[in-house]
């Protein structure tokens, strides 16, 4: 057996919240984004599943096109 020290659940992250004062669901995200992402990556950002760092990027960048505003990783993401 092979002991995983990666944490990968890390609850609910801040981009639930930026979405909600948004009124965006996750198709708005997926339907804003010039890249490829995926409704499945959209609700892992949402529920604080890990993801890599060039598909957080992916999803901040849908993010600020949809809502016309400037967020950062930091303020998206606690990890």
């Not at 708005?28 to 992402?37: F, G, P, R």
């Not at 960048?61 to 809502?67: E, G, P, Q, T």
Request: glycine share 4%; net charge positive.
């Amino acid at each position: 057996m092979i002991d995983n020290d990666i944490q990968r659940d890390f609850g609910e992250q801040p981009i639930a919240r930026i979405m909600a004062d948004h009124n965006l669901k996750p198709h708005d995200i997926v339907a804003a984004s010039t890249e490829q992402i995926t409704h499945k990556m959209v609700a892992k950002a949402i529920k604080g599943r890990r993801l890599t760092p060039h598909i957080k990027i992916k999803i901040l960048n849908a993010l600020n096109a949809v809502s016309q505003k400037n967020y950062s990783l930091g303020d998206l993401f606690t990890y």
